[in-house]
């Protein structure tokens, strides 16, 4: 039933390009995916504020943070270790002086100053080769434990996103010219914040030229090269090695699965769209996800478990891989419910018999399926689907682990339709959302922009 609704034609609706940043969607500003698991000390600014003052009470092993009835525990030995001054760390290379195993087991303090705003340490019995002098200060905000680069912070692996089904995405959709893109630094922190949140972006008015794919993804890091290459084409080729270089319909799917650490995000330049057919689908895997962890947290717990194998088995390249369709992460009462979904069914290999040894039963292979039935019920619900057709000059970048997408089928018969395509590693993009967001923290948190032309 519902791959018959992805392949049925159907109306699909472009929300016209906003040509200002006042008319940029704007998606909501982060919260906390649970902000009372990731509760912080608040500075207190004085009388009549919310907060009362912090208070540091010094212990044998561990100094106790306080704060309206929030306790959090700091052994000396994580204190040691967090000390990034000049001498622990070089401001050059930002290479650490010391290793972990350098710290003495039964390191303590000679002393403690605590402002409300900063913490100073002395240490009385150092790590060997630093003198009495070397003095440790950490800002408030390292007293949570939690650095600014953490995997729940807002540029992290579990940062808080805003799910959303097709009807969202027609509000929340984000263009940025390619001028803006490549030159205007507030409007390309302002896309990075979008890609961020929401993992689907567009970029309009890119010159018609091949090249342009690379300059785009170039812009935020180095490529990802492939078997495929740097950068590649989605064209309809005779005996294709892939369903993606034929005119067929292609269902959801994420891309290169089958490789030990597949591609973070997806750029596709349309050149030529001239054909009938050839529509770009999206859908947000996380929100489906989210979805069954509401109102099906059996399957949910399932698809955490349940272990797809992936393959590209051919003459010169023989790829395979097996991973979870929920991956949940190292700790997952951490941040948001996920940090990947693995999903790519037409690239899809049997089931390994080894695979099973944990949840091999009859009873448990059903659960499987019943599973990934209702996952993808979730994701071809027509109003989880976003839907236009590309245009020449048009760029979609999009999360690959975690916004599906599919193709409908075109007619090759009239008309032309060629894409460019470039992969980044997850890592690369995370590396300039912090950037960014370190040189000019007023995009990135307002990304609609001030209002102005």
Sequence with gaps: MFRSLLRAPRRFHRVSIPTTSALYCRP????????????????????????????????KDHLIAQQDGFRKSLSYIRLRDWCTCPICVDIHSKQRNFRTSDIPVDIKPNSIKWDQS?????????????????????????????????????????????????PLMEE?????????YMNNGPEFTRAMRNLSVLGLIFV?????????????????????????????DVRTVPQAKNVAYTSQFLGFHMDLMYM????????????RNSCDGGESLFADAFHAAAKMHNYEREYFDALTKTNLSYSYLHEDSKYCQVRPVFDVGADRSKGSLLEFVNYSPPFQGPKIESMDKAY????????EIEALQAFAKRLESETSIFELKLNPGECVIFENRRV??????????????????????????????????????????????????
């Design 360 to 367: 091999g039963s009859v009873g448990w292979q059903k659960m």
């Design 172 to 180: 929340l959709q984000h263009w940025v010219s390619y001028e803006d």
């Design 404 to 453: 599906v997408h599919a193709r409908r089928q075109f007619n090759t018969a009239k008309g032309e339709r060629w894409l460019a395509g470039a992969y980044l590693d997850t890592d690369v993009v995370q590396s300039r959302f912090r950037v960014q967001k370190e040189a000019d923290p007023g995009a990135w948190t307002t990304p609609g922009g001030t209002g102005e032309d």
């Design 28 to 59: 909501p500003i982060t919260l906390q995916f649970n902000p009372a698991s990731q509760r912080c000390f608040t500075p207190s600014r004085g009388h009549g504020q919310d907060r009362s003052a912090v208070g540091i009470y010094p212990r």
């Design 204 to 232: 309009k008015d890119v010159p018609d030229s091949r090249e342009m794919v690379e300059k785009l993804a170039t812009r935020i890091g180095p490529l990802r090269n492939t078997f495929y290459g740097p950068t590649w």
């Design 118 to 166: 900063s913490l100073e340490v002395t240490w009385e019995n150092d790590i060997p080769g630093f003198d009495s002098s070397h003095t440790s200060r950490y800002a408030m905000s390292e007293l949570d434990g939690i650095t600014r680069y953490g995997v729940t912070s807002d540029t992290g692996l579990k940062r808080h996103r805003v799910n959303w089904d097709g």
């Design 260 to 271: 030990r650490d597949p591609p973070g995000y997806q750029f596709l330049h349309c050149l």
